[in-house]
């Protein structure tokens, strides 16, 4: 699990970090990248990732692999449309992550509660009823807030650490998918579930919290 999300971020921020050395200049377009070594020890990751990383940016259409004859500078910017794809790819990522680490706190929460953790899920829950009429940041917040109780709650400092590693970018992402959202007091969005979600924590039941987790996640993915 930890390594899966580990390559997906090291991955993202190969493909950051060329992107920015792109749009310094460094190359000018036409220009042929250094090879998958040079890259991999000038980046600090594997020669695997600097290859996930160029397809990236392949599909950016910023680079191009020529074959026999390696990859050349196409555009110093993605094309026109693709800062929105970027976008909508980085909430699957987001969505995919959340998807692994989540439902597993979420099951390991459920067994290793204890009162402290219970009575932080409900201020937690709460929180984010209350910031529903508060803007798009606060509820994100108050949203993040409450998974990281969820976390915090399967006593597992690994996945905590984890958990919080990934929150900038899980910030990001939602502050993307509530932007259409109505955020007005008294409109909750997904109230039910994250009310459901803490019961089966609060009572013990794994099998449920997990199975909500789920659910909850899955309609994330949807488009």
């Known amino acids: 699990m ?10 993202d921020q190969a493909a950051d970090l060329l992107r ?12 042929k990248l ?7 020890a000038e980046l600090g990751v594997g020669r695997s990732t600097v290859r996930e990383a160029v397809r990236m940016l392949a599909g950016l259409g910023m ?10 500078l196409r555009r110093s910017s993605p094309r026109q ?3 929105r794809v970027l976008r909508t790819e980085e909430i699957r990522h987001v969505v995919e992550v959340r998807h692994t680490v989540e439902i ?12 402290a953790d219970v009575a932080a899920l409900r201020r937690a829950l709460d929180a984010r009823s209350a910031a529903s009429g ?30 919080e590693t990934f929150v900038p970018r899980l910030r990001e992402a939602m502050l993307d998918l509530t932007a259409a959202l109505d955020l007005s007091a008294g409109n909750e969005p997904d109230a039910d579930a994250h009310r459901l979600l803490v019961e089966a924590v609060a009572d013990g039941d794994a099998e449920e919290a997990v199975r909500i987790s789920t659910a ?6 949807r488009p």
């Open 104 to 115: 597993e706190a979420a099951r390991l929460a459920a067994s290793r509660r204890d009162e």
């Open 34 to 40: 250094p090879g998958e070594t040079t890259l991999a």
């Open 63 to 72: 680079v191009e692999s020529r074959q026999g004859a390696g990859v050349f």
């Open 2 to 11: 930890t390594s899966s999300i580990r390559r997906h971020l090291l991955t």
């Open 81 to 83: 449309d693709w800062d």
């Open 134 to 163: 508060a803007g798009a940041a606060a509820f994100v917040d108050a949203d993040i807030a409450l998974h990281r109780a969820v976390v915090v709650a399967a006593h597992n400092p690994v996945l905590t650490e984890l958990f």
């Open 216 to 221: 909850h996640l899955e309609r994330l993915r």
């Open 20 to 31: 920015a050395r792109i749009a310094s200049g460094e190359w000018e377009v036409g220009a």
